[in-house]
């Protein structure tokens, strides 16, 4: 029985989490024995929004490099620097986004640290053709793609509840800027929509403004909320294939989303769907007051995404392509000098990274000082700190910037 282990930072409530998820979980019905390692610290209860989950080997970052697998398969950036801790024949990279475009332009040396992973002598795959792409011209990679699938069983058109008038649904993370969940909340209110419901794996339960706050559920829930709201706001600026407005098209509904990676893969302007060019908060504003205004338009983009929906892969179908991807790497001869070419490009970016990271912060105290608080927050209690995202969050919605982040 091949063993594979995949790398996670966090087995939290997350897009990405949940496509890694789904591929695992794939697999291990195909007879491969899989791991999850998992860099953050979780329990029995971290691993309840996912139905599948629970059927895996879930384990600690140390407990897992005690193994030896046939492939090791880092998920995100902060995964992939460990590559090399874990004994393995082979190694792979799955690339859900960019993620040096997580951080600010003015992150320079981070930015350059998490771009070098995507140079790493180890087998690709990702889940969007700009990436791949990206992958191509930036970096000379030849990365696979498989496009995610979609639970068919979970996210359709049944057993609709009849409801009169028009429903908001916001979905995404609070505290994250690039999200911008509090500023679709906002816009949402200023096109006076008297009915907004927003779901988020942020710990919230309530928001100034709206109607229903869904946090954290499980994932087989989610579909019984798309069900019941007519569009979902999904206001994020950078995206590898994000798949909440996807979702919303089998259970019915359409979508706002700004002109973001990766919304091409399967949302067609004003066919299923609404691009909004620019980051232009006034054209958001302006299309949800005409689908409020015009229930035809809002019908029609509904069939649009209905026809997007039926053709769109399950899962079963990308979990198999990714299963082949994996085939195709496990009867590839083993490379024994891999794991030492891995940790000395790692080493010589970390090294990089770290010296001019160490640069700044002697001239600059205050960011020092940022860096201190941010060690120390995580000792905070789990209660307090979803106190203090509660808060958060409030002061998000009620801010009267309208800035996209």
Same mark, same amino acid.
């Given at each position: ?6 790398l ?11 496509v ?9 019905? !195909?007879?491969?024995n ?20 629970? !059927? ?42 960019? @993620?040096s ?30 990436? !791949?792409?990206?992958l191509?011209?930036?970096?000379g ?36 800027p ?28 309530w ?21 019941q709201?007519?569009?979902i ?22 979508a706002?989303v ?5 919304h ?18 006034? @054209? ?17 983009l ?8 039926d ?25 024994n ?6 940790? @000395?490009?790692?080493d ?27 060690k ?13 995202? !509660?808060?958060?969050?409030?002061? @998000? ?9």
């Amino acid at each position: 029985m091949k063993k594979i282990c995949f790398l996670v930072g966090s087995i939290g409530i997350s897009g990405g989490t949940y496509v890694i998820i789904q591929h695992a979980s794939y697999l291990r019905e !195909q007879g491969y024995n899989v791991f999850i390692a998992i860099q953050s610290s979780f329990n029995e209860k971290t691993l309840k929004w996912h139905d599948k989950l629970s !059927q895996l080997n879930c384990v600690s970052f140390d407990d897992a490099k005690l193994e030896k697998y046939d492939l090791v398969i880092a998920t995100w950036w902060k995964t992939a620097v460990h590559l090399h801790e874990f004994n393995s024949q082979h190694f792979g990279y799955f690339i859900q986004s960019i @993620e040096s475009k997580f951080y600010s332009s003015e992150q320079t040396a981070l930015r350059q640290y998490v771009d070098a992973t995507y140079k790493l002598p180890v087998h690709m795959v990702t889940e969007a053709t700009w990436i !791949q792409g990206f992958l191509k011209q930036q970096f000379g990679q030849n990365a696979s793609l498989v496009k995610n699938g979609i639970r068919k069983d979970i996210y359709n058109n049944t057993n609709k509840r009849e409801r009169t008038g028009f429903r908001v649904l916001v979905e995404g993370h609070f505290g994250v800027p690039f999200k911008n969940t509090a500023l679709a909340i906002k816009l949402a209110k200023q096109a006076n929509v008297r009915d907004i419901w927003v779901l988020t794996g942020s710990p919230i339960k309530w928001l100034p403004g709206v109607s229903k706050v869904f946090s954290q559920i499980p994932m087989s829930e989610t579909a019984n909320i798309y069900k019941q709201c007519d569009v979902i706001i999904k206001l994020s600026t950078v995206e590898g294939m994000f798949g909440p407005p996807l979702e919303m098209f089998h259970c019915g509904g359409t979508a706002i989303v700004f002109n973001v990676s990766g919304h091409d893969e399967y949302i067609i302007n004003n066919f299923n769907a609404r691009v909004i060019e620019d980051n232009n908060v006034d @054209e958001v504003v302006r299309f949800i007051r005409e689908l409020q205004e015009d229930v035809d338009k809002l019908n029609a983009l509904k069939d649009g995404a209905l026809i997007t929906a039926d053709s769109w892969p399950s899962w079963d179908y990308s979990s198999k392509k990714f299963s082949e991807w994996i085939k195709g790497i496990l009867i590839q001869p083993n490379s024994n000098s891999v794991s030492n070419d891995i940790k @000395e490009i790692n080493d010589f970016h970390l090294t990089t990274y770290r010296t001019s990271t160490s640069a700044k912060l002697s001239k600059r105290r205050s960011t020092a000082f940022v860096m201190f608080v941010k060690k120390s927050s995580h000792h905070i209690p789990i209660h307090i700190k979803s106190i203090i995202k !509660q808060c958060q969050a409030i002061f @998000e919605v009620l801010s009267q910037k309208r800035d996209v982040k």
